[in-house]
């Protein structure tokens, strides 16, 4: 554990008292759980005060705990040019609840907020123009959720006839198959395959 990183998540748990209710260190990194409705004033203090001077936005992204009650963390990287640190803040949110836009602090964070959007649902309250960014207009549901589906819901081919592109429903020509990864030859039965009977040997 680097001594100094634990020190300076204590010491900013200090500054902000009852924000922030998780700490941890790994890689190098400081991380700190904070709560979302005091997402603004944590980022505020950690870009301005002297010993922080996390300045620098480098992404924003979501990860998904379908069993929590929170179940998303909106987790945002910062970095500090000046005492060359890297800070993680994870900002644990419910399902349909706003979390505060940083726009507003780090005009970069406006793709990445559209991003989480997109592929989570996370709504950002205060954002200048939240829609999606990497899937359709109407594309239906949140790819990186981990209840959506590994088909999707829908998918898109070009008609011939109609001389456009047409959405469908998604339509499986096999259905899925469970593979042991036993051997290259699934479904084989009891045939042996060659050099197999070594490894039989040896186990007995």
């Known amino acids: 554990m680097d001594s100094g990183l634990q020190q300076l998540g204590e010491a900013i748990a200090a500054a902000l008292p009852g924000a922030v209710t998780g700490i941890s260190t790994a890689y190098g990194e400081l991380s700190l759980t904070v709560e979302t409705s005091r997402l603004i004033e944590s980022v505020i203090y950690l870009r301005d005060d002297p010993a922080c001077l996390f300045v620098c936005f480098t992404d924003l992204t979501a990860v998904d705990y379908p ?3 929170k179940r998303f963390d909106v987790v945002v990287h910062m970095l500090s040019p000046k005492h060359n640190r890297r800070i993680r803040i994870k900002a644990p949110t419910e ?7 940083l726009t507003a602090l780090y005009p ?37 959720r981990k209840d959506f589906p590994m088909t999707g819901y829908v998918e ?3 008609d011939e006839e109609q ?3 047409v959405y469908e ?13 036993l051997s290259p ?3 084989s039965g009891d045939y042996v ?5 070594k490894a039989a040997a040896r186990r007995e």
């Open 67 to 69: 069993t929590r009650a």
């Open 95 to 101: 399902d349909g609840v706003p979390v505060p836009s």
């Open 108 to 144: 970069g964070a406006d793709w990445y907020e559209r991003e989480a959007y997109d592929l989570f649902g996370i709504v950002f309250s205060g954002h200048p123009d939240l829609r999606r960014i990497l899937t359709d207009y109407g594309f239906d549901g949140h790819p990186l």
């Open 169 to 181: 429903p998604v339509s499986l020509t096999q259905e899925f198959r469970t593979f042991d990864f």
């Open 185 to 187: 030859w699934e479904g």
């Open 156 to 158: 898109c081919r070009y």
């Open 163 to 165: 001389k456009r592109v």
């Open 193 to 197: 395959l060659p050099g197999d009977e």
